[in-house]
């Protein structure tokens, strides 16, 4: 009984011997602080260790989480000791050597290994000649990361997850050369994503990679950012975003950066997209903005019957560059309006309806999704104004609420004055009425007037005509005697 618990015990042992081993999954960051002396070597931390005719060599320990690359350097600390190190694999062989020390011989290194694979190492620190060598004095080690494997859990950890025009910041380091973030695409949206170096000397490097891992779009650096430049995904569904160092594994540059992922338009069947249209009116102006997410809107416009419409478009801020489209209840289109050569404005000049019904009314940007301009703007419908009075004079009076270029305004509306005042515009308003009633009332009653004349005078011409006709005699005699007949007028033969 008491040997089956010894040999329990053992295996036990034995166990946590080779898990701890390999306990370091996940390489720590480099650290420059010194820890409790220890035969063990951690990234980044300096050890001291001493030579001496005893002890010619010292041997340390190295654990490695995947192929890393590294540095080693010795350096001496006191005495008149000559370094030299070397790198042993599992088997006792040599696989990295420094080839003695530099030309102060105080100092040795291994300027730039890249271990075979993961597993445990060993550095030996010695002097020059090893055992027939005749220095000693004490020294600094230490193992300095310039790169971990690809396969390096820190190499493949996600950040989190990255949402449209919120940028996020990170660090690229040697042990964490690359930060991978997921973005949750609703459609086929077209992106944009952008790192930018903010300290450091870190080149970055962009990716955009499928739910496989394989890159979609790559975005390289002019040295302090890179950009993919607009893409579009290929479908709704789950992206990886790997931000990275220049040459990876085998880069040598560190810092901070900001990245972002910049939304330029939402791709059909986004959410963005899906917005319940707004009710339009005859003569009553709208307002709206199109953005990247919502790169275009729609209105619900009921017509009657034989309706003749004018829909206008004039952008009010931004660059965004409006077109209009007039479409029908199955969502086919019936009429596009494009933007002026100023790309200000965009118009569907009297269109003729074909019937009764709801129609939509989308105002959109020149080149859709594809596009980058956005802005506010004014949709205007005039066509019952339009077609009820052609001359608006005496009829219409605009009102500019606020500064706007008459250029922007419908060639109907700036057929006549357009009121603009900078007192109390309601005031203002009713005055100008008043006056356009007036005046309206003076026209009727001249008119009224120049007919009640007319009418007079073709009645007395009318009177006067049939009172001579009738006093006329049927004959009389000529100058020269001979009698004379009136005949009627007519037709002869």
Do not use: C
């Not at 090893?130 to 230490?142: A, F, I, K, N, R």
């Not at 086919?332 to 003729?352: C, F, K, M, P, W």
């Not at 606020?402 to 005055?431: E, H, K, M, W, Y």
């Amino acid at each position: 009984m008491k040997r089956q618990i010894a040999f329990l015990a053992t295996l036990v042992f034995a166990l946590l011997m080779v898990s701890g081993a390999w306990a370091q999954d996940v390489t720590p960051e480099a650290s420059a602080e010194a820890t409790a002396q220890s035969t063990t070597l951690s990234y980044g931390t300096p050890v001291t260790g001493e030579i001496s005719d005893a002890n010619p060599t010292q041997d340390w320990t190295i654990r490695t989480a995947s192929a890393d690359r590294v540095r080693v350097q010795v350096e001496r600390s006191d005495g008149n000791l000559i370094p030299d190190v070397t790198i042993l694999d599992a088997s006792g062989s040599v696989i990295a050597d420094s080839y003695g020390s530099d030309y102060t011989y105080a100092f040795s290194e291994i300027e730039d290994y890249t271990f075979p694979d993961r597993g445990e190492y060993t550095v030996e620190v010695t002097r020059d000649g090893g055992e027939d060598g005749v220095t000693s004095g004490s020294y600094t080690l230490q193992v300095i990361p310039l790169g971990t494997a690809d396969t390096n859990p820190n190499n493949q950890t996600n950040m989190g997850e990255i949402n449209a025009d919120t940028p996020v910041n990170g660090e690229i380091t040697a042990t964490h050369w690359q930060n991978l973030y997921t973005y949750n695409a609703p459609a086929t949206d077209i992106v944009q994503v952008i790192a930018t170096r903010t300290g450091g000397t870190l080149y970055p490097i962009v990716d955009i990679r499928d739910a496989n891992g394989e890159s979609l779009r790559a975005g390289y650096n002019d040295n302090a950012s890179a950009d993919t430049g607009s893409y579009q995904l290929p479908a709704a569904g789950q992206y990886t975003i790997a931000v990275s160092r220049y040459n990876n594994q085998r880069g040598n540059t560190l810092g901070t950066y900001e990245l972002t992922l910049h939304l330029a338009g939402s791709g059909e069947g986004s959410p963005n997209l899906a917005v319940v249209p707004q009710t339009a009116s005859y003569d009553t102006p709208l307002t709206g903005e199109i953005t990247n997410a919502q790169w275009y809107q729609e209105w619900t416009l009921r017509a009657a019957a034989g309706d003749t419409i004018t829909i206008n478009v004039a952008r009010t801020s931004g660059d965004l560059q409006p077109e209009v489209s007039l479409m029908g209840g199955s969502g086919q289109e019936l009429r596009h309006g494009y933007n002026d050569d100023v790309g200000s404005t965009a118009s569907i000049e009297r269109y003729d309806l074909g019937g009764p019904g709801n129609y939509t009314v989308r105002v959109l940007r020149a080149q859709g999704a594809n596009s980058d301009t956005s802005g506010s703007y004014t949709l205007t419908e005039l066509d019952i104004v339009a077609k009820r009075w052609p001359r608006p004079s005496g009829r219409m009076l605009p009102v500019m609420l606020r500064p706007t270029a008459l250029d922007l305004l419908p060639a109907f509306v700036t057929a006549v004055s357009v009121l603009q005042t900078p007192g109390n515009i309601a005031a203002a308003t009713a005055d100008a009425v008043h006056l356009l009633a007036q005046r309206r009332r003076r026209v009727m009653r001249t008119r009224a007037a120049g007919a009640f004349a007319t009418l007079a005078l073709v009645a007395m011409a009318t009177f006067a005509l049939m009172r001579g006709t009738s006093s006329l005699p049927s004959e009389f005699i000529g100058v020269d005697g001979a009698p004379a007949v009136l005949v009627s007028g007519g037709a002869f033969i």
